[in-house]
């Protein structure tokens, strides 16, 4: 029984020390719809539409609840014509060009991709 | 959306750091909406710690704690949520409406959520993660006392279990039963008894001398 769910929750939270978030993203993204919402870039209704309505298109379902999330975010800020896919994927790599670039244990940041100049949003 | 990150990043283990897509994807996210105005790191991180901690489940706890101690605040409680949870000064996003279930020997309430935004994080704390998985989801449904049982929580044969399914209308907060043997317990004391996953129904109340 209990492995079952395991199976497919492999972090779940048995105890009320485990942590709320699986990761630190999940975090961050909860945080900026929150912030988002208090801008008011978009309805607390808007999004329980939007993210309902990516949940339930998903055609993943091993897709985790944040994952739903972060998907809705991306379609809701693309929506609102706040940036564009292109400019998303752009900073994306130079993301991971930066992270690459970063020694293990050092603070990823930005600065850090070698082709930084091309990075601006 | 999945178009959206269709391409792939290389993957190179020898040396420097590694995000995964999803991180990689939040700092994407980030960046651009912290360049053009939209939010600033800072308020991101007083959110988190915010919901982790202040509007955590103590909110719910207190609400709990002073049901089980005040019987004339338990019955505004259970004819009007809303309000009686406002008067504790908790109130605002996502707790807007609010109905209490009373769990006694004879009946547990278990919440699931069908909906995605509609858990009361001014009252219980973020949501945990399992909370709106489907296999949790609809397994509650199907069999609540299975996975019951998977939390840990066994309950006698002859208690009936009723699942409420939490909506962007209505959402609810289980009134665990007050643990044996606290009648002396200050409100305080008895707050710290209540664990968010009580307030859901997946978890019983920590007994007494339990508390961290």
């Known amino acids: 029984m209990i ?31 929150v912030a988002l919402h208090s801008k008011g870039l978009f309805t607390w209704g808007e999004w329980v539409e939007t993210l309902a ?23 809701i800020v693309i929506a609102k014509k706040v940036t564009s896919p292109e400019n998303l994927h752009a900073l994306e790599d130079a993301w ?18 070698p082709a930084f100049v091309v990075t601006k949003a | 959306m ?13 040396h420097g750091s590694e995000l995964s897509e999803a991180a990689l994807r939040v700092r994407a996210l980030e960046t651009i909406l912290t ?17 982790e901690t202040k509007i955590g489940p103590r909110n719910g706890a207190r609400v709990v704690a002073k049901a089980w101690t005040d019987p004339a605040y338990k019955a505004r409680l259970m004819s009007d949520a809303t309000s009686a949870i406002a008067e504790l000064g908790y109130s605002g996003r996502q707790g807007e409406h609010m ?29 945990p993660v399992w909370y ?21 929580v ?15 209308e209505m959402r609810y907060l289980v009134l665990p039963m007050r643990p044996e043997g606290t009648e002396t317990l200050s409100e305080d004391a008895l707050a710290d008894l209540v664990t968010r996953d009580s307030m859901i129904g997946t978890g019983l109340p920590l007994k007494k001398g339990q508390a961290r």
């Open chain 2, 154 to 168: 066994e309950l006698p044969a002859t208690t009936k279990i009723r699942v409420w399914d939490s909506t962007a």
């Open chain 2, 35 to 51: 360049q053009k105005g939209y939010i600033d790191p800072a308020a991101l991180d007083a959110i988190i710690e915010t919901y």
């Open chain 1, 53 to 75: 309505h990516t949940i339930k298109s998903a055609d993943d379902a091993n897709d985790t609840y944040y994952h739903h999330w972060l998907n809705a975010l991306e379609q």
């Open chain 2, 99 to 127: 109905r209490a279930v009373e769990n006694t020997s004879e009946l547990h309430n278990i919440v699931v959520c069908t909906l995605c935004s509609c858990y009361p994080w001014p009252v219980l704390g973020l949501p």
């Open chain 1, 3 to 33: 492995s079952d769910l395991l199976a497919v929750l492999p972090a779940i939270p048995r105890d009320d020390d485990g942590p709320v978030f699986k990761e630190p993203w999940e975090a961050q993204a909860f945080a900026m719809v």
């Open chain 2, 2 to 14: 999945t178009n959206l990150h269709d391409h792939t990043h290389d993957h190179d283990h020898d």
């Open chain 1, 96 to 113: 991971d060009r930066a992270a690459r670039a970063t020694p293990h244990g050092q603070p990823i940041e930005l600065t850090n991709d």
């Open chain 2, 132 to 152: 709106k998985s489907t296999p949790y989801r609809s397994r509650a449904v199907m069999d609540p006392r299975g996975v019951l049982n998977d939390f840990g």
